[in-house]
């Protein structure tokens, strides 16, 4: 029988999990959108003033931030 203590534990890593999927999914979207790496991209958008481009990539690098925080954490647990 789970104790609520290891219940929790498993709760939040299944929660981790679902967090990185979803933001592992929106980086996949982007590359898939610009057919293209983020760095690729970041070279491209940095030339040419383009704001719908500007504003995907900030989002982009955010998504990116945050995966890697998340699969910190993941890795830890």
Known sequence: MLNSRHANEQVEKMMLLYE???VREKLRLFEKKYGKSFEEF???VK????FEKWD???EWKAYLKAYEDLKKVVTEK
Not at 47 to 50: F, N, Y
């Open 56 to 58: 995907d990539y900030m």
């Open 20 to 22: 990185f999927h979803i």
């Open 42 to 44: 970041e070279i491209e």
């Open 47 to 50: 030339k040419k003033e383009d």
